[in-house]
């Protein structure tokens, strides 16, 4: 399988602003907008939705909206639906939406361990975002039971997905964060890794303790931080070198703090998974001899296998949390649906079968371009109307209510939980978030009381704002809609 990241990439330095970055990919916490107890009628909405947006302080940001009933042809607003948006997260719309289609809300992705003729053993890994420590103690347990003490050789078969590891368009910054971890057959942990920073005397350098100890001896640390006095602000960088095992850490953390806690992505999926399993086998006494990664065609006895949740469960933590590793992961395993295509990455066929999936539900093919399956990347162009499409089109298949289900609740869960609080939205809003910088979008469903359900969308790009202030405007036009009423 190839895991090529460009050159220029892996000759830099990047450097990973861990507590700023990391907020301009996930949803954020916010205030919400102030309600009122009034009544819209569909005449007034349109003058309502423009005072907001025609405020001076979007003069020069683009705004693409979309509001129509759920079950009917007609618009109740539009304003540049037609047009493209960089689409952030609410390109999750579109990938758990064909992963429902094509794969099905029981669809489970299994691990397996073979015993192979030579009577070594070949692990075959398949894209689970969901794989774990407790699942790989499942399988040394399930090999122990049968009487397994030793391995001489095993051989981790990555072939099932292929292509790049991570997503030649997506930004340094991205990939160098938790939230950009590479995704190929081999995932574990969601492919990422942890360090907490512990502050010790004003003055002395905090202490560096390791999720895995395993993880510490790959990296050459040079922890340049410092602690400095109680009550001062807390905050790290950490410089990574992808061409060799340097980790370099700066910052400061205050005496009087809990231990500052920094995840990173692992470089290289296999040998982690590999370092990994090693561990637990160890803990269930049995040795384990050479490892390999190689594709194995003499895979003969399954001996032992775990699955992931059901698909149902694993769109519910892709959408209502944002997941970009699951969107990915899922995005690549729709490339099984295209058995027999050569010289593609599973990447590639995925965003096909993503189009051919929409066409069937009534989305305009023109109406987006997708990059990648979680939004990470700026050169997705979705507009207001293939999202809107999607969102109606869902609603009358089978998964309607599973997919449903997967969105945030106003006021109650996921990356909605903090937004629309005591407004006429809470509860009654389920929808997907997105934001990168400059780039702030929200579509989903509102079962207004007084009035018939509907589908929005509303996405805000090329701004100079504050992402605060953008979303502040967009839970503004959102309460409006819930109180919408037939008049």
């Known amino acids: 399988m190839s895991q090529k990241i460009s050159l220029s990439l892996m000759a830099l330095f990047i450097s990973v602003q861990v507590?700023?970055?990391?907020?301009?990919?996930?949803?954020?916490?916010?205030?919400?907008?102030?309600?009122?107890?009034?009544?819209?009628?569909p005449a007034e909405l349109e003058t309502a939705i423009d005072a907001i947006v025609n405020r001076p302080i979007f003069n020069r940001v683009r705004w693409g909206i979309l509001v129509a009933p759920l079950s009917s042809g007609q618009t109740l607003y539009s304003r540049d639906?037609?047009?493209?948006?960089?689409?952030?997260?609410?390109t999750k719309l579109l990938t758990t939406a064909a992963a429902l289609q094509q794969l099905g809300a029981n669809f489970r992705i299994r691990t397996s361990i073979y015993q192979n003729d030579d009577g070594n053993l070949t692990i075959v890994g398949r894209g689970d975002p969901s794989l774990s420590d407790t699942q790989l103690q499942a399988l040394a347990q399930q090999l122990k039971k049968q009487g397994i003490t030793q391995i001489k050789q095993l051989i981790?078969?990555?072939?099932?997905?292929?292509?790049?590891?991570?997503?030649?368009?997506?930004?340094?910054?991205?990939?160098?964060?938790?939230?950009?971890?590479?995704?190929?057959?081999?995932?574990?942990?969601?492919?990422?890794?942890?360090?907490?920073?512990?502050?010790?005397?004003?003055?002395?350098?905090?202490?560096?303790?390791?999720?895995?100890?395993?993880?510490?001896?790959?990296?050459?640390?040079?922890?340049?931080?410092?602690?400095?006095?109680?009550?001062?602000?807390?905050y790290i960088n950490?410089?990574?070198?992808?061409?060799?095992?340097?980790?370099?850490?700066?910052?400061?953390?205050?005496?009087?703090?809990?231990?500052?806690?920094?995840?990173?992505?692992?470089?290289?999926?296999?040998?982690?998974?590999?370092?990994?399993?090693?561990?637990?086998?160890?803990?269930?006494?049995i040795t384990l001899g050479n490892t390999l990664v190689a594709s194995s065609a003499a895979n003969q006895q399954e001996l032992a296998a775990v699955e992931s949740p059901p698909l149902s469960e694993l769109v519910i933590e892709t959408n209502q949390n944002s997941n970009?590793?699951?969107a990915e992961a899922f995005l690549k395993t729709l490339a099984v649906k295209q058995p027999g295509v050569q010289n593609k990455s599973s990447a590639d066929i995925g965003l096909e079968v993503i189009k051919?999936?929409?066409?069937?539900?009534?989305?305009?093919?023109?109406?987006?371009?997708?990059?990648?399956?979680?939004?990470?990347?700026?050169?997705?162009?979705?507009?207001?109307?293939?999202?809107?499409q999607t969102l109606q089109g869902m609603a009358k298949t089978p998964a309607a209510d599973?997919?449903?289900?997967?969105?945030?609740?106003?006021?109650?869960?996921?990356?909605?939980?903090?937004?629309?609080?005591?407004?006429?939205?809470?509860?009654?809003?389920?929808?997907?978030?997105?934001?990168?910088?400059?780039?702030?979008?929200?579509?989903?469903?509102?079962?207004?009381?007084?009035?018939?359900?509907l589908v929005f969308s509303i996405m805000v790009n090329q701004s100079e704002q504050p992402g605060t202030v953008l979303r502040q405007?967009?839970?503004?036009?959102?309460?409006?809609?819930?109180?919408?009423?037939?008049?």
């Not at 990391?22 to 009122?36: F, M, N």
């Not at 991570?166 to 995704?183: C, F, K, L, R």
């Not at 997919?403 to 005591?422: D, M, Q």
């Not at 036009?477 to 008049?487: G, M, P, R, W, Y």
Request: proline content about 5%; aromatic content about 8%.
């Open 238 to 285: 950490v410089t990574r070198d992808l061409t060799g095992k340097i980790l370099r850490i700066q910052g400061q953390v205050a005496a009087n703090s809990a231990p500052y806690l920094v995840e990173l992505p692992i470089v290289d999926p296999n040998y982690y998974f590999l370092r990994r399993f090693r561990a637990v086998l160890a803990t269930e006494k």
């Open 356 to 388: 051919t999936t929409l066409n069937k539900l009534g989305v305009d093919s023109t109406g987006y371009v997708l990059a990648d399956g979680s939004g990470l990347s700026r050169r997705n162009l979705i507009t207001p109307e293939a999202l809107v």
């Open 473 to 487: 405007a967009i839970d503004e036009i959102v309460v409006l809609l819930a109180q919408l009423k037939s008049c």
């Open 156 to 234: 981790a078969d990555d072939s099932y997905i292929q292509g790049d590891i991570v997503n030649s368009t997506w930004q340094w910054e991205d990939v160098q964060a938790d939230y950009g971890a590479p995704v190929n057959s081999f995932i574990l942990n969601q492919n990422v890794f942890g360090l907490k920073l512990v502050p010790q005397t004003v003055g002395k350098t905090p202490q560096l303790l390791w999720n895995d100890p395993g993880e510490s001896q790959q990296w050459l640390i040079v922890n340049q931080s410092m602690t400095v006095a109680a009550n001062q602000p807390s």
């Open 324 to 326: 970009n590793l699951y």
């Open 19 to 41: 507590t700023v970055t990391q907020q301009l990919v996930k949803a954020q916490i916010l205030t919400t907008p102030t309600t009122t107890t009034k009544t819209v009628c």
């Open 81 to 90: 639906a037609q047009k493209f948006f960089i689409p952030a997260s609410n």
């Open 402 to 453: 599973i997919y449903r289900a997967s969105l945030p609740v106003a006021g109650k869960s996921g990356t909605l939980s903090s937004r629309f609080r005591n407004t006429a939205a809470e509860g009654i809003v389920q929808a997907k978030t997105g934001t990168l910088s400059g780039a702030i979008a929200l579509s989903g469903y509102i079962n207004s009381p007084q009035y018939q359900p």
